[in-house]
C-alpha cells in the first residue's frame, strides 16, 4: 500500500525557515502528482501546495504564495515543501498525500509534521 511519511518540522521563530520533506513508498513515485495541506489549531486542513508529476507546475494557496516552494526528487521517492519568511499563522500539522488516480482525489495523507512558529 502507498505510504507516506512526513518530516522536518520544528519550531521556528517568525521570518525564519524550515524545510518539510515527505517519503513515499509503494508507488511509482514518478507518475504521480503530489500535495501538500494542513490542519491549524480550531480549524479544518486547509490547502498548501500541489505539484503536478507530468511537467512539474506547482500550485499554491494564496496564503503561502511567494513564501513557500514545493519541490520533489524522484530519484529519492521524496517531495519537499520549502517554507520561508514564516508567520505565526504558518503553525500547524503539515500533510503530503497523494493523487489517487482512482478517485481524482488526494489521499493516503500521512502522519503528519508539526511546525510551529513563534511571535
Known amino acids: 500500500q502507498v505510504r507516506l511519511v512526513e518530516s522536518g518540522g520544528g519550531l521556528v521563530q517568525t521570518g525564519g525557515s524550515l524545510r518539510l520533506s515527505c517519503g513515499a513508498s509503494?508507488?511509482?513515485?514518478?507518475?504521480?502528482?503530489m500535495a501538500w495541506v494542513r490542519h491549524t489549531p480550531g480549524k479544518n486542513r486547509g490547502y498548501v501546495a500541489t505539484m503536478l508529476w507530468r511537467d512539474g507546475r506547482t500550485f499554491y494557496a494564496d496564503s503561502v504564495k511567494g513564501r513557500f516552494t514545493m519541490s520533489r526528487d524522484n530519484a529519492e521517492n521524496t517531495v519537499y515543501l520549502q517554507l520561508n519568511n514564516q508567520v505565526p499563522e504558518g503553525t500547524g500539522v503539515y500533510y503530503c498525500?497523494?493523487?489517487?488516480?482512482?478517485?481524482?482525489?488526494?489521499?493516503?495523507w500521512g502522519q503528519g509534521t508539526q511546525v510551529t512558529v513563534s511571535p
Open positions: 498525500g497523494v493523487k489517487i488516480t482512482s478517485t481524482g482525489h488526494f489521499g493516503s
Open positions: 509503494g508507488l511509482a513515485f514518478e507518475r504521480y502528482s
